[in-house]
């Protein structure tokens, strides 16, 4: 490219801001024709496919993430996988053209690998892709490192895994301490020329500097691809320590690392916007869903080469093959009406809580993302109240409190809370979780006591 090229021409190039979806690397249909990989062809209701560009794997752009798997009580009262209606929903997916699937040890308390493992068996293995990870947070030692990552294949019955990753990685000095001193990376590269892990790669939660360091081992490791959290709202406005994705994915794109892309919902929180916003959002596009538009916009990227989703109900997964068969991609009109969007959100304060449960369980019981997620959502119904001089004060008052309590059991609210801060060093979105927990607990006081 020319170097006087203008940013919005290389953003063009690179098939982010595109008009239309003709500059994207996108293949859309189990019998498209895949002669040029960074043509568009749309096939009628199937869906969409993108090539690695490296190993010519055809990904669904769809892909199911495994951390949400339906739960039931089991005889002993324990939440334990609903496998039965587990194994529907891969069914319906593996049946509207989705391939990939992503897992981890540590997913529903250990139980995600196994229930995937079982649901994907049913299935001949050359219709789908695997992936999985070393979740070595709390003991990186070689011996339990070796151990988890053994357990994954038995839990999978599988013999080889297609996707492995090294679990959230934020820089030099955790990807030193869990995968370099312990002699596991050296291990896994060896995994990788024996064919028992066909691609390699990392998911990244941290700053600029952090991705940064972990690009310049590219030369050394050659990952085959990276896991990003990317959507609408982090593409410019990242919260906390994170970097923005728009930042990520030209990093990628400049080395031709495909990405996988997790939290295209941000934990849920765009598919439950404000009133006003979700009204924007259908009066721009009536037959489309509000999740729609945060799954378009993920997808768009040329380097994408998948979207991972956790769907636990049958209508998601539904909504979502919907949105991808095939992948209309955004145009550039549509990405500056989502940055307005952005815009306007700010104005209503949610947790950067996305329930992914790293930071459960609680040594002191309290469940943490029920509380977060409890008060994002009365923030977007409109139902906080400021003061008690408030119009909607005694409505939002009660609708508060009675929804709390149902929400979260009496012995697991937020007036349990020591700020021990046990939890914040496994939380990937960097909130400071006592802080938001003591603020809520001290909200509800006031309600309870009417003070506010």
Same mark, same amino acid.
């Given at each position: 490219m020319k170097e006087n090229v203008s940013r919005r021409e290389f953003l063009k190039a690179a098939g982010f801001a595109a008009l239309g979806a003709g500059s994207l690397g996108i293949i859309a249909g189990c019998g498209g024709s895949t002669d040029n990989p960074t043509a568009p062809v749309e096939g009628d209701g199937e869906m969409t496919y993108r090539t690695h560009p490296q190993n010519g794997d055809k990904v669904s752009i769809l892909g199911y993430g495994c951390m949400r798997w339906p739960m039931i009580k089991n005889?002993?009262?324990?939440?334990?996988?609903?496998?039965?209606?587990?194994?529907?929903?891969?069914?319906?997916?593996?049946?509207?053209?989705?391939?990939?699937?992503?897992?981890?040890?540590?997913?529903?308390?250990?139980?995600s690998e196994k229930a995937t493992g079982i649901a994907l068996k049913r299935h001949p293995r050359e219709s789908y892709f695997i992936a999985t990870k070393l979740s070595n947070f709390s003991n990186y030692s070689?011996?339990?490192?070796?151990?988890?990552?053994?357990?994954?294949?038995?839990?999978?019955?599988?013999?080889?895994?297609?996707?492995?990753?090294?679990?959230?990685?934020?820089?030099?000095?955790?990807?030193? *301490?869990?995968?370099? /001193?312990?002699?596991? $990376?050296?291990?896994?590269?060896?995994?990788? &020329?024996?064919?028992?892990? %066909? +691609?390699?790669?990392?998911?990244?939660?941290?700053?600029?500097?952090?991705?940064?360091?972990?690009?310049?081992?590219?030369? *050394?490791?050659?990952? /085959?691809?990276?896991? $990003?959290?990317?959507?609408?709202?982090?593409? &410019?406005?990242?919260?906390? %320590? +994170?970097?923005?994705?728009?930042?990520?994915?030209?990093?990628?794109?400049?080395?031709?690392?495909?990405?996988?892309?997790?939290?295209?919902?941000?934990?849920?929180?765009?598919?439950?916007?404000?009133?006003?916003?979700?009204?924007?959002?259908?009066? %721009? +596009?009536?037959?489309?869903?509000v999740a729609s538009w945060a799954f378009r916009f993920a997808g768009t990227p040329a380097g994408v080469l998948c979207v991972l989703s956790g769907m636990t109900y049958m209508e998601h997964l539904q909504d979502n093959v919907k949105t991808y068969s095939p992948l209309n991609a955004l145009t550039e009109n549509e990405l500056e009406f989502l940055e307005e969007t952005v815009i306007l959100m700010q104005d209503y304060p949610t947790i950067p809580c996305n329930d992914c449960k790293y930071c459960m369980p609680c040594p002191y019981g309290i469940d943490i993302p029920a509380i977060l997620l409890h008060y994002n959502k009365c923030v977007n119904a409109g139902e906080i109240a400021t003061s008690s001089e408030d119009s909607n004060y005694s409505k939002a008052r009660r609708a508060y409190l009675v929804s709390y309590d149902r929400a979260v059991p009496k012995l697991r609210q937020a007036a349990r809370c020591i700020a021990c801060g046990e939890c914040m060093a496994h939380c990937p979105q960097s909130i400071d979780i006592p802080k938001e927990i003591r603020k809520i607990d001290r909200y509800v006081e006031k309600l309870r006591s009417e003070t506010l």
């Open positions: 005889e002993e009262g324990k939440d334990v996988v609903d496998q039965e209606t587990t194994n529907r929903l891969v069914d319906y997916a593996i049946e509207h053209g989705v391939n990939y699937f992503d897992t981890a040890p540590v997913y529903l308390q250990g139980q070689r011996e339990n490192s070796l151990e988890m990552y053994y357990k994954s294949f038995e839990n999978l019955q599988t013999d080889y895994i297609d996707y492995y990753l090294l679990h959230s990685i934020s820089g030099m000095d955790a990807f030193q *301490q869990r995968y370099v /001193d312990n002699g596991v $990376i050296d291990f896994l590269l060896e995994e990788r &020329k024996a064919g028992r892990i %066909r +691609n390699l790669g990392f998911s990244f939660h941290g700053s600029t500097e952090g991705f940064d360091e972990l690009m310049a081992t590219h030369e *050394q490791y050659n990952w /085959d691809f990276v896991q $990003i959290q990317l959507n609408y709202v982090d593409w &410019k406005h990242a919260g906390g %320590r +994170n970097a923005n994705a728009e930042y990520l994915q030209q990093e990628l794109d400049k080395r031709n690392i495909p990405s996988i892309i997790m939290e295209p919902l941000l934990g849920g929180r765009l598919s439950k916007v404000p009133d006003n916003i979700a009204e924007r959002l259908k009066e %721009r +596009n009536p037959q489309g869903s």
